[in-house]
């Protein structure tokens, strides 16, 4: 049965909470066992005495190591029935599975590798316990079963006809194209994430292991995770493209799905762009923010710093050399080589899966067009396109494999001869060995998918052209370097890290055929310069390399997790946690009070604008309600009470706006004017400022806003506000960028700050903050005599941190009285040199009103 802890995320997706008794059986606990894991398995259900049958075990051994659960919609596993139809099961390692060769690239004997998944065969329901043991006994691996129905839903519905076209950026724009968001798919999609969340918890250790997830099949899952276990050291790495927020932002559940994956502790991608569109994500979706810290970019998300990592996988270099020493990958070679270039036949060579984004017949039309612009070619150049099975299923690969067909065979007609095909098309499954032969003997590699990932077939390619001495041999090379060519899409994922490679656009036939002529005519000593520097980057940024830099950001973002206190708000798929330091707390209503009516002589700092009104009020009308200038009224009328209200804005707006408060107090443009009580006299809190610098900032300014739709500037007293609230966030924030730079370059010898805040840069005068200003309140106080004994400092933004600081460290000064209660508030958990904090500016009226309603009985009696 779903678990109760979950039940309002399912119900949030499905609005109805779904039965899964027979997928929840419960496994033991993991023991931790050192020793050889067997490569072959058979499970006979006729053997009472012993369900497993094993190559090799050894004793196993007590030593505690660290383990890392790795998570992914499919186990290394191959699982097949003996051919009698008895229920009996072979299990052996995936060889191929990325997972399998991540933990081997680790190589490193103290590391417990877990693995999450389902099994690529249907297993029956009386059989699932039975192999649930045998593969975490022998292979330490957890299977999840899913019924079929489903598992269809799930992976061939959601996965592959919504979340994997979005991805490679094709938008459902007719029916036809398929891929239209379907909530049932959606619902399917969460409850398999709870299924895979439910067998995790059943072996995880939250306070020590590792959780590593991987791909857009589990892309809720750290949500399920967190909700559980907050502190749990969660990364997730996305093996497919990120959209740009343009094609994202289509998606009906885009922010559940971003909200989900902020739950992780570390987000991996390949490339740059990948990273950059999800960062776009963030910020136009969610409002956040990130920062690059000393080479590291991270989020801030409710007091946690998510990661992001940019690297892109390797292959498993031991097992490719491996394949490559084998004899009948030898023989291969040598049939290549007659088949080939022993007829004086150069081989261009595609290895492609059978799906719409590979871009196969890009390839085939490019090679028609280099058979009509090269008429030397035909008869001595021939394509090989090894198109693998397609992993989905649907209208969409059928078209493929039929227009595929259709243009080899047009080609084959026009150009072919006896005993020479320009096109040769292997749609039968190959044997990676016997695909490693093929990336011995051709002379160039062509990977034209439209859109992809990552893409591994280059740096295979790259590794077999390096060879060894027995290939040297047998293709006539002798000792002579090494030579490999490459034109590779510049919409692939491994793209950015192939510097001399061939780049094209796949869309662009004149291009591609362009490309491999010049791919076919290059001079040898160039083509061995390029192969070089591929060599060297493939064979030093392995998968071994990619997982221990991945799990190493991993352990570096999760240091702290054990020093935090930790929270989950939010409900259903919105959940979140809120990581704060231990002496970081909300500010309780009862303990304030307390001190409140205790205290004879009291100072009260409020910020206005994100404080006392919030930021993103809808209303443009930002001047207090009736109801908070009655609030202030009333703190001011306590004799024992100063309240001021210390501002960005200018006197002028402030004077108007506060009018009916005869005693407040008002610092305005961040403290530089002051005024005790309305009737006083106005007063500068630094030196007399000469503002002829606007004259040069001005027109800075201007250019920017002009270049900058939904940009303004606020010309006050002593400083320059331009505001990029209402423009587009990146840009705005790009600009923002830009003009901090110029008017830093041109400001240079005035007596100015330049800073930027929230949607803001600012110039104002040197020496005044919000800091200066709360300093001259409290020695103003106890000049008078009134040395406060209660200080409450409220405000939300980075220039309200600068009287924290001040009342902060001045508790132990003479400025206060001894013992002095002192409040530093911030609004929103989050990093601050605050010491409370309260969620919102609602909050922050509730608690003024409160102390209001305390001092209004005080007045009254």
């Not at 399912?10 to 899964?20: D, I, K, Q, R, Y």
């Not at 270039?341 to 059978?354: A, E, F, H, I």
């Not at 950015?496 to 010049?518: H, T």
């Not at 209660?790 to 001894?818: H, K, Y």
Request: hydrophobic fraction near 35%; aromatic fraction near 10%; include cysteine.
């Amino acid at each position: 049965m779903v678990s109760r802890s979950y039940s309002n995320l399912l119900e949030l997706a499905s609005g109805e909470t779904p039965s899964f008794e027979h997928m929840n059986r419960r496994i033991p606990r993991i023991m931790t066992v050192a020793g050889l894991i067997s490569d072959v398995v058979v499970v006979d259900d006729d053997d009472d005495d012993d369900h497993v049958e094993s190559v090799s075990s050894d004793p196993s051994s007590s030593v505690q190591r660290e383990r890392i659960i790795i998570v992914a919609n499919q186990l290394p596993i191959r699982a097949q029935r003996k051919p009698d139809g008895n229920r009996n099961w072979f299990f052996t390692w995936d060889e191929n599975s990325l997972l399998l060769q991540l933990k081997d690239g680790l190589g490193d004997d103290d590391t417990e590798v877990i693995y999450v998944g389902c099994l690529k065969e249907d297993v029956h329901p009386n059989e699932q316990d039975e192999v649930s043991q045998i593969l975490l006994e022998t292979f330490k691996c957890v299977p999840t079963f899913l019924p079929p129905d489903l598992f269809t839903r799930y992976y061939h519905g959601f996965c592959k006809q919504q979340l994997w076209p979005l991805f490679h950026y094709m938008l459902p724009l007719s029916p036809e194209l398929g891929g239209r968001f379907n909530r049932s798919l959606w619902q399917a999609y969460v409850s398999v994430n709870k299924i895979f969340a439910d067998r995790i918890m059943e072996v995880i250790n939250p306070e020590d292991d590792y959780v590593w997830i991987h791909d857009y099949h589990l892309m809720v899952l750290p949500t399920f995770l967190r909700k559980r276990f907050n502190r749990v050291k969660l990364g997730f790495f996305l093996h497919s493209p990120f959209p740009s927020s343009e094609i994202y932002k289509t998606l009906p559940i885009r922010e559940e799905l971003l909200r989900a994956l902020l739950n992780s502790d570390l987000i991996g991608f390949h490339t740059f762009d990948y990273a950059r569109h999800f960062l776009s994500c963030c910020s136009r979706m969610l409002g956040l923010t990130y920062e690059s810290k000393r080479g590291y970019i991270g989020l801030e998300y409710y007091g946690r710093t998510v990661s992001i990592k940019i690297l892109p996988v390797g292959i498993h270099m031991g097992q490719l050399k491996s394949v490559l020493s084998m004899p009948k990958t030898e023989e291969k070679v040598c049939e290549l080589v007659k088949q080939f270039s022993d007829q004086g036949k150069t081989m261009l060579l595609g290895v492609d899966d059978m799906d719409i984004f590979k871009g196969i017949n890009l390839k085939l039309l490019a090679m028609e067009q280099l058979l009509i612009q090269h008429p030397d070619c035909q008869g001595k150049v021939v394509l090989v396109q090894i198109a693998n099975p397609a992993r989905g299923k649907g209208k969409d690969v059928k078209e493929v494999q039929a227009e595929t067909k259709a243009t080899v065979k047009r080609i084959n007609e026009t150009f072919g001869k006896p005993g020479y095909d320009p096109v040769i098309l292997i749609e039968e499954p190959l044997r990676f060995y016997e695909r490693v032969a093929y990336y011995v003997v051709a002379e160039c590699c062509l990977v034209t998918a439209v859109r992809d990932g990552m893409n591994l077939i280059p740096y295979e390619y790259i590794i077999s052209r390096q060879g060894n001495e027995k290939f040297d041999k047998v293709l006539g090379q002798g000792s002579s370097p090494k030579k490999s060519m490459l034109v590779v899409s510049e919409f692939i994922g491994c793209s950015p890290s192939l510097s001399g490679a061939i780049r094209v656009n796949p869309w662009n036939i004149d291009a591609v055929a362009d490309a491999m002529d010049s791919a076919l005519v290059m001079a040898d000593s160039e083509k061995q310069l390029r192969h070089e520097k591929h060599y060297r980057y493939v064979s030093t940024h392995d998968v071994g390399y990619w997982a221990r830099s991945f799990l190493q950001d991993l352990e570096r973002t999760c240091r702290d997790h054990v020093r935090r206190r930790w929270w989950g708000i939010g409900f259903g798929l919105s959940f979140r946690v809120v990581a704060l330091d231990p002496n970081f707390r909300k500010l309780s209503m009862e303990h304030i009070v307390s001190a409140y009516k205790r205290t004879k002589t009291r100072a009260i700092l409020l910020d206005y604008d994100g404080t006392l009104m919030p930021l993103a009020q809808a209303s443009i009308d930002k001047s207090p309600t009736s109801d908070s200038i009655r609030m202030l009224n009333t703190l001011c009328r306590d004799k024992n009470n100063m309240v001021f209200l210390v501002s960005a804005r200018s006197r002028k707006t402030l004077t108007e706006w506060f009018f009916p408060c005869e005693n407040l107090g008002i610092a305005a443009e961040h403290g530089y004017f002051l005024r005790l009580k309305r009737d006083a006299e106005w007063e500068t809190c630094g030196p007399a400022t000469d503002c002829s610098w606007k004259q040069i900032a001005e027109p800075v300014m201007k250019l920017y806003t002009e270049t900058t739709d939904g940009s303004t500037i606020e010309d006050k007293e002593t400083s320059l506000v331009w505001c990029y609230e209402d423009a587009d966030p990146d840009f705005g924030s790009c600009q923002a960028k830009e003009l901090l730079d110029h008017l830093e370059s041109v400001l240079t010898n005035e007596p100015v700050t330049v800073k930027s805040g929230q949607n803001i840069v600012e110039v104002k005068p040197q020496g005044v903050s919000k800091g200066l200003l709360a300093k001259r309140l409290l020695s103003t106080m106890q000049e008078k005599g009134m040395a406060p004994d209660f200080v409450l400092c409220i405000g939300d933004d980075r220039s309200d941190e600068d009287m924290f600081e001040v009342i902060t460290s001045s508790t132990a000064g003479p400025s206060m009285a001894p013992r002095a209660e002192v409040f530093a508030c911030t609004v929103g958990r989050k990093p601050s040199k605050a010491k409370y904090y309260l969620d919102d500016t609602a909050e922050i009226v509730r608690l003024v009103q409160g102390l209001a309603s305390v001092s209004e009985q005080t007045v009254l009696f």
